[in-house]
C-alpha cells in the first residue's frame, strides 16, 4: 500500500513539474486520490532551504532537512519571517517556546533600535538560553510562563495586521534539521485573535487553563476561504478534533510528531474500517519513547503509518482530511496540549491549500521507513 501511495504521490509531483515548464496556462492539479476537484497552481516562492509558495492571502512554508545546504543553517524559512520583522513599523508580538536562530534575534533587536515596540512571550524552562539573554540585555521584555504546563505556542504578530503561525521553534533545529512549518496570513481578524491570546498572557498574565475562552473570531472567512480558529487548553479543541475525523469520507492523511490521544486515534481507526484511506507519519524519538503513543494501535490495525526517515524531528502536527480541510498549529496530538499547554491551532477548508499540504505528506511519507 506504502509502494501504490508513494507512486500516486510521484505523480502529482511530477505532474506539477510538467506543468510550470510549459509557457500555456498550466494544467489544474488533481488531488491523488481525495478529490477530482482541479486545483490551480500557486505562485513559487523561492528560498534556499526549503519550500515556499503564496496563496494571496496567505504565504506558506515548509522546511527542508534533507537539503545538502541544511547543515549550513542559513538561508531557510526563518529568512522570510526575519525579513517580515524588518518591515514592522509599530509593533511586534511573539509566543514562542524556544528562541535560538540568530536571524530572529537580529531582526528584533534592529527591530527594537528603531522604535517597534517588541514584545515576548516564552516558556520559563527555555528563557536561560543565550537569544533570549542577549534579547534581554538589549531591553527588550520577555515574559516567561512560570508553570508546569508548556508555553507552547511558536506565533508572531506584526503591526497587529498580519500573524505567522505554525509549529516551528525558532530554533537552529526547527528550521534546518527538523521537518516544520510556517505560515503568514495577511488578514486583520484573524491577527485579532492572535492578539487577545497574547495579551492574556503578555498583559493578564493568564497562562494555561486560566484563561477563558474570548477569541474574537472563532470563526472567519478570509477571501472566500473559511477558517477556524482555536486556542487550548480553554477552546476544548479535542473535541472538534474528533468531529472533523468522524466525518471524513475518503481520506485521512496525517503528520503527528507526538499522537498519544485515544479519542483521535481511535476516531481514525473507526474510520479506517468503514473504508476511509488512512495514512501517516509520526516521529520514531517520540514513537520509543511516549507511554501510550497511538502508533502501536494504528499498526495492529493494519493502518499505513510508518516512522519518520530523517536525523532530526518530524515535527508537524498537521491532518489532511479528504483533500480540502488542513488541520495545523502548535497543537501536538496527546492529552498535554488539550488540558495543560498553551496551544493554538487552525482548521483551514481550502483545496487549494490542503493541495500544498500534500505535496509535504509526499515528501514526509516518501522518506519514512
Not at 81 to 99: C, G, N, P, T
Amino acid at each position: 500500500m506504502k509502494k501504490i501511495l508513494t507512486l500516486l504521490f510521484v505523480f502529482l509531483i511530477l505532474l506539477t513539474a510538467c506543468d510550470a515548464a510549459t509557457t500555456a496556462p498550466p494544467t489544474p492539479l488533481k488531488l491523488v486520490p481525495a478529490t477530482e476537484t482541479p486545483v490551480p497552481l500557486l505562485e513559487v516562492i523561492p528560498i534556499p532551504i526549503g519550500y515556499g509558495s503564496s496563496g494571496g492571502w496567505y504565504e506558506l512554508y515548509f522546511t527542508d532537512p534533507l537539503s545538502p545546504l541544511a547543515s549550513t543553517r542559513t538561508g531557510g524559512i526563518d529568512i522570510p519571517l526575519a525579513q517580515a520583522i524588518d518591515s514592522a513599523r509599530l509593533s511586534v508580538d511573539i509566543a514562542i517556546y524556544s528562541l535560538s536562530l540568530n536571524s530572529i534575534r537580529d531582526a528584533l533587536i534592529r527591530a527594537h533600535k528603531r522604535g517597534v515596540k517588541v514584545r515576548i512571550v516564552m516558556e520559563s524552562d527555555n528563557m536561560d538560553r543565550t537569544d533570549p539573554q542577549r534579547l534581554k540585555e538589549e531591553g527588550i521584555p520577555i515574559l516567561g510562563d512560570r508553570r508546569a504546563g508548556l508555553m507552547h505556542n511558536k506565533f508572531v504578530i506584526i503591526d497587529k495586521s498580519e500573524v505567522w503561525v505554525g509549529g516551528m521553534n525558532y530554533t537552529d533545529s526547527g528550521a534546518y534539521t527538523d521537518n516544520n512549518v510556517m505560515m503568514r496570513i495577511r488578514s486583520v481578524k484573524m491577527t485579532e485573535n492572535f492578539v487577545k491570546e497574547f495579551e492574556e498572557m503578555y498583559v493578564d498574565d493568564k497562562f494555561g487553563d486560566a484563561v477563558v475562552p474570548e477569541t474574537p473570531h472563532p470563526r472567519l472567512t478570509i477571501d472566500g476561504t473559511d477558517v477556524e480558529v482555536y486556542f487550548s487548553p480553554d477552546d476544548g479543541v479535542q473535541v472538534r478534533l474528533v468531529e472533523l475525523v468522524n466525518a471524513a469520507q475518503q481520506s485521512i492523511y496525517f503528520m503527528a510528531f507526538s499522537f498519544t490521544s485515544d479519542p483521535i486515534g481511535q476516531a481514525v481507526r473507526e474510520r479506517a474500517v468503514v473504508g476511509v484511506t488512512v495514512a501517516g507519519v509520526m516521529d520514531n524519538e517520540q514513537i520509543n519513547s511516549n507511554i501510550g503513543t497511538e502508533f502501536d494501535a494504528f499498526k495492529q490495525a493494519g493502518l499505513d503509518v510508518y516512522r519518520d526517515g530523517i536525523d532530526g524531528q518530524m515535527h508537524h502536527k498537521i491532518m489532511i482530511i479528504d483533500g480540502s480541510t488542513v488541520i495545523f498549529g502548535s497543537y501536538n496530538f496527546t492529552n498535554s496540549a488539550e488540558t495543560r499547554n498553551d496551544e493554538n491551532l487552525l482548521v483551514i477548508h481550502s483545496q487549494q491549500v490542503a493541495a500544498q499540504f500534500m505535496v509535504e505528506f509526499q515528501r514526509v511519507y516518501g522518506a519514512s521507513q
